[in-house]
């Protein structure tokens, strides 16, 4: 039984090899399928995967008839009673599989084919957390935990010493002095905080769509960001001509029908930074999301004093993603060009349609902040 179950892990690890590499293919399809960001929980997401069979036993005969055996003619109807009606069919259609993935492996993979480097954390790591690391063996511990090729290998050079080992009937006969068991030990690990505050402007330009594609960003962003800090926090703020903290929840499905001032959601951010998160003990990141419709040039320049003096000297990052809206101006990302192209912590991209997430996530990571 153990050789059999062996044999079907390797095949199972197999299936899942194949399956990543399809994801690898079709990855700027997969960053924009509605349903694999419904279908987000805590640990795991489930990915449709199309075109793949998983294998599977079929027991019965194979003498049943079907479709394309009998006296029939080409074109001539299967069921001439009524089009479409008759008893269930006995064959498989088709189906999509659907496989779980960990959202660290789903990250790998992201970094991995768009390239993306490391995030090299800044600040000073003070925070420390206790991490359990198997680090030994011992000849105690749970039968979960005992070590099955050690314990086989000295069971059996214990009878080849001993001299009862037949190898023409090799059988190991396991004594208690044989298992070996994993230990582990308690070790304190820096552990490189980090902080996401996103903004979004919910004014009356910015609608169904708009947000979609924001929920849809902010979730791979999330993701990258995770798997690599150990501690990760998410703030939303939301803002027309005023601005405010709010859950997760109303941040995506929130719509005022005010006007726009951009310079409200900066002010907010600065003072949540100023009062909750220490630059020397937490790596900040910025993300505003915008149709590029401010209320006047004044704010325009408001906004650039308030990153400049404020904002910009605590990040990792300031990433401005302007989202595509029949009724903003889409004037803010020119303004951010013009005034902050020179700095390495501002980054500015456009999402028009879905598939335009995949290169805005790669360059708001592409430098490794």
């Known amino acids: 039984m153990t050789v059999v179950y062996l044999k079907i892990q390797k095949d199972h690890q197999r299936f899942r090899t194949i399956v990543k590499g399809r994801i690898r293919e079709d990855l700027r399809k997969f960053l924009t399928r509605g349903e694999l960001i419904g279908k987000e929980g805590r640990h795991l997401i489930s990915i449709p995967v199309r075109g793949i069979d998983i294998p599977t036993f079929r027991y019965g005969s194979n003498d049943d008839a079907g479709v394309g055996s009998g006296q029939g003619k080409a074109g001539e109807p299967v069921d001439t009673d009524g089009a479409g009606i008759g008893p269930g069919g006995t064959e498989p259609g088709r189906h999509i599989l659907e496989v779980d993935i960990s959202l660290d492996e789903l990250a790998d993979i992201l970094g991995e084919e768009l390239q993306l480097p490391r995030i090299q954390p800044k600040g000073k790591h003070r925070i420390t957390a206790e991490k359990e690391r198997y680090s030994g063996i011992r000849q105690t511990g749970p039968e979960s935990l005992r070590h099955f090729k050690r314990t086989f290998r000295r069971a059996l050079k214990r009878q080849i010493i001993s001299g009862i080992y037949d190898p023409h009937r090799p059988r190991i006969l396991f004594e208690r002095r044989d298992k070996q068991y994993r230990s582990w030990k308690t070790t304190l690990k820096p552990q490189s905080n980090a902080v996401i505050v996103y903004m979004m ?13 924001v929920r849809m960003e902010a979730f791979w962003i999330d993701t990258w960001l995770r798997r690599n800090y150990e501690g990760l926090e998410s703030r939303y703020i939301v803002h ?3 601005a405010a903290e709010v859950d997760k929840h109303t941040f995506f499905h929130l719509r005022e029908d005010g006007g726009t001032k951009i310079s409200s959601a900066f002010v907010c951010a600065r003072q949540l930074l100023e009062n909750q998160y220490t630059t020397d003990e937490w790596n900040v990141y910025l993300f505003h999301f915008s149709d590029g419709d401010n209320s006047s040039e004044s704010d325009n320049r408001e906004c ?39 700095l390495d912590t501002v980054i500015t991209t456009r999402v028009n349609t879905k598939d335009d997430i995949y290169d805005s996530i790669k360059a708001f990571f592409s430098p490794g902040k």
């Open 201 to 213: 402007d919910v004014s009356g330009s910015m609608g169904n769509e708009q947000k979609e594609l």
């Open 240 to 242: 027309d001509v005023r």
């Open 304 to 342: 650039c004093r308030i990153l400049q003096e404020h904002l910009l000297p605590r990040v990792n990052l300031f990433g401005y993603c302007q989202v595509a809206s029949a009724y903003g101006s889409g004037n803010f990302v020119h303004v951010l060009d013009d005034h902050l192209s020179g």
